[in-house]
């Protein structure tokens, strides 16, 4: 790692980053609390679509909650329908009831089918019941597909090789320190570190305002002043690990 601060500043503009970066979305004195598990987009999606469709009549779905309060315990009877769970799940986790959320926790911490909806359900409480406790003052629940850990985000990673199937070991020595160096210097963790021919993958965590871009455009222009022997196009998200078939897609 020698060079680090030594024409770092205009190579690092040539990275080009396909990156799920929700850190523009921050903002000072607001509470954030990221769901650590990994939860599936499309389960996310179809969670929020049902609350969102509940909401359109407002006074029927403060009636509706009130019935679920009375209902919960339908949860933990194996004869009821899924449909029906999901209905629960939604209504329950807009009621602002301690009680409620940890019977939310419990129901999540079983294993069953619609566990990520569970686990949502109760993020969602928590975060209902936090606001409260904090005057009202809102704070913002942050879900990915691949979870996080107390204050940051999990990522997937692909740095493409530049022209070749595998690289030199001094090569995947430096990328493994150079990436390791960085991550740790930005207050993140390297998780996990993948050789693969013609890439290599990494899942990390990071601070929720981290600058994605900046942190991996640096990265790869201090590998590359030892032999350009990094695609510029590295490949971050949040939303899932990517298949090799699915990595072969992107690198086109």
């Known amino acids: 790692m020698l060079n680090r601060f030594f024409g770092k500043e205009k190579m690092a503009k040539h990275a080009k980053l396909k990156s799920d970066n929700p850190a523009t979305l921050f903002k000072e004195n607001v ?55 999901k209905r629960l799940l939604v209504l329950l986790a807009a009621i602002d009831s301690i009680p409620i959320y940890r019977t939310l926790q419990r129901y999540a911490e079983l294993d069953t089918p619609l566990k990520p909806w569970a686990v949502i359900a109760a993020q969602q409480s928590r975060m209902l019941i936090s606001t409260s406790l904090m005057n009202n003052n809102a704070g913002v629940f942050i879900s990915s597909g691949l979870g996080g850990a107390k204050s940051k985000l999990r990522y997937f990673c692909v740095f493409p090789y530049n022209k070749t199937k595998i690289l030199e070991q001094y090569q995947e020595e430096l990328l493994y320190n150079e990436l390791t160096y960085s991550i740790k210097r930005a207050e993140g963790e390297v998780e996990r570190f993948t050789i693969k021919p013609y890439y290599i993958t990494a899942t990390i965590l990071l601070p929720l305002r981290s600058d994605i871009k900046e942190i991996f455009g640096e990265i790869v222009a201090e590998c590359n002043t030892y032999g350009d022997f990094l695609n510029e196009k590295v490949i971050i998200t949040n939303v899932k690990e990517l298949t090799d078939s699915e990595i072969q897609n992107h690198m086109g």
Do not use: M, W
Request: aromatic fraction near 10%; glycine fraction near 2%; charge should be negative.
């Open 31 to 85: 509470d954030y609390l990221i769901l650590e598990e990994g939860i599936d987009v499309r389960s996310q999606h179809d969670f929020f679509s049902l609350r969102s469709n509940l909401l359109k009549d407002k006074e029927n779905f403060i009636t509706l909650c009130k019935e679920a309060k009375q209902n919960v315990s339908l949860l933990f009877d194996p004869q009821t329908p899924a449909k029906t769970i």
